[in-house]
């Protein structure tokens, strides 16, 4: 490889997915069964927190590896194994002929072959078990050298070895990184994850979704600490357009004023209450964390079953510092938020700040 492709390169947005770049791709069990691995919490503590895996998760990682071994343009840089998926990294060096989501399917027919190979496994030991005889042990069936050859298929017939279920149902999830300074932040969160399970695990009342809870004649889920409801006093953040215009023509008296009142209010006690939508709130938000204030957020979208805050959010949820209320249920196909929901978050804090019991 020459000295060009040994540099750090990325996706620019809007090429074709053949080129070189980063990529984080996620891989689900769709039924959330643990087949994976097993979380351990040694002592309780969830820093300590690690993933065990089973046989079907080591078989996983290993034909995740073989995916460099076939296609030498792309290198493994990061994974970690949950319970229920695997997440992972990959650094593609140079340009593809088919593009990486050839490759993405490639790894994902064998993943189904493992998906097969566990399923019969599952199947004759449950088997074996009633009849008084040993049980089976789980035999990955695809091998580095032939993706093709299929010993249980071959066994089996076609018929009954596609009716067994391949596991990993769905596709991997792929998403393209548009700058080289998104990795180290994705290296994080991947491995955060078995600490934010094991937290969710610890603490499931800050992190079960609570539906249908009536503030001033709305109704919102939630999640986080319901206790904040009965705080003494509450205050609307809202960085008002006006104060920026001003502050970018000279005179940024007012906003820093208004920012600076806001955390000044929540250092009193009082509950600052927000979409927290612009750049501005969001650095108010960011110094209300930092300095683990009680915070109400609203959000734009609801909460999905397997709903899991953000970096941020999640460590104050956790230490029962945040409640995040949304008035929407749940749309997993929403990306961005409209002017119209701003403009009814921001009229929902008002709201709060004025009719949350005192």
């Known amino acids: 490889m020459d000295a060009e492709h040994e540099k750090w390169q ?20 769709p039924s959330r069964e643990p087949l994976l691995g097993t979380l351990v919490i040694p002592d309780n503590d969830a ?57 993405v399917q490639g790894f994902w027919i064998g993943a189904k072959k493992l998906g097969r190979a566990y399923s019969y496994t599952a199947t004759t ?48 999830f792929v998403r393209s990184m548009g700058q080289r300074r998104q990795l180290p932040a994705t290296i994080r969160y991947i491995d955060m994850n078995p600490q934010r399970l094991a937290t969710k ?31 003494k006093e509450y205050t609307p953040v809202h960085v008002r357009r006006m104060m ?20 000044l209010k929540a250092r009193e ?5 927000s979409p927290f939508i612009s750049p501005k709130e969001k650095e108010v938000l960011a110094v209300l964390l930092k300095e683990k204030h009680h915070v109400i957020y609203i959000s734009d979208n609801g909460f999905g079953e397997y709903y899991k805050p953000t970096d941020g959010l999640f460590d104050a949820v956790a230490e029962g510092r945040m409640l995040i209320l949304s008035p929407w249920r749940h749309d997993p196909d929403k990306r ?14 008002e709201e709060l700040s004025s009719i949350v019991p005192n």
């Open 201 to 231: 695990r610890l603490k499931p009342d800050f992190f079960r979704v609570q539906h249908e809870v009536e503030l001033g004649g709305r109704t919102y889920d939630a999640v986080g600490n319901i206790a904040i409801l009965q705080a």
């Open 269 to 273: 006690g009082i509950v600052p209450v």
């Open 244 to 263: 920026v215009e001003a502050a970018e023509h000279g005179d940024d008296q007012p906003l820093r004023d208004y920012m600076n009142g806001c955390i």
């Open 336 to 349: 961005h938020v409209t002017r119209d929901e701003c403009v009814a978050m921001n009229n929902m804090a």
């Open 47 to 103: 820093t300590l927190a690690r993933v065990e895996r089973t046989e079907l998760g080591e078989a996983l990682v290993n034909t995740m590896f073989d995916v460099q071994h076939r296609h030498r343009e792309i290198q493994i840089l990061h994974f970690v194994v949950m319970p229920d998926h695997l997440h992972t990294v990959w650094y593609v060096r140079r340009a593809m002929p088919k593009g990486i989501m050839s490759v």
């Open 125 to 172: 030991s449950r088997v074996n078990c009633q009849e008084g005889k040993g049980a089976s042990s789980f035999s990955p069936t695809v091998s580095r050298e032939d993706y093709k050859g299929n010993t249980l298929r071959i066994q089996l017939g076609n018929d009954a070895y596609y009716a067994l279920p391949p596991i990993f149902t769905e596709m991997p």
């Open 10 to 29: 990325w996706q620019e947005w809007g090429t074709a997915w053949k080129e070189v770049g980063l990529y984080h791709i996620t891989l689900t069990v």
